[in-house]
């Protein structure tokens, strides 16, 4: 079982800035991809941010420009930078991580317990 553990969310005025942390352990021999998912009242979840591990690097297009998802060298943690928030970014934000618990066994997600994103004067 792959453990995530979030910080770094909370109150920001529109234009101000906030960096999600996401640090995975446990239960893995490889990471796949890590990312962050974020869903809104009366939304659905989805993607924010990504990073697939020798292959891309994929944002949504309403983050695009102000966001920016990095790991570290390890591959064991994620990081989202979010510049220039605006209201509509509020909400509760995921990790994302997709491993292999084996190799030869298909990748699996898991994910965090969320951190709540407020963007409000």
């Known amino acids: 079982q792959v453990q995530l553990e979030e910080s770094g969310g909370g109150l920001v005025q529109p234009g101000g800035s906030l960096r999600l942390s996401c640090a995975a352990s446990g239960g893995f021999v490889f990471i796949n991809a890590m990312g962050w998912y974020r869903q809104a009242p009366g939304k659905e979840r989805e993607l924010v941010a990504e990073?697939?591990?020798?292959?891309?690097?994929n944002y949504a297009d309403s983050v695009k420009g102000r966001f920016m998802i990095s790991t570290d060298d390890a591959w064991l943690s994620v990081s989202l930078q979010m510049n220039r928030l605006k209201p509509e970014d509020t909400a509760v934000y995921y990790c994302?991580?997709?491993?292999?618990?084996?190799?030869?066994?298909?990748?699996?997600?898991?994910w965090g317990q969320g951190t709540q994103v407020i963007v409000s004067s």
């Open positions: 990073m697939i591990r020798g292959a891309s690097t």
């Open positions: 994302n991580v997709r491993s292999q618990q084996a190799l030869g066994i298909p990748p699996g997600d898991s």
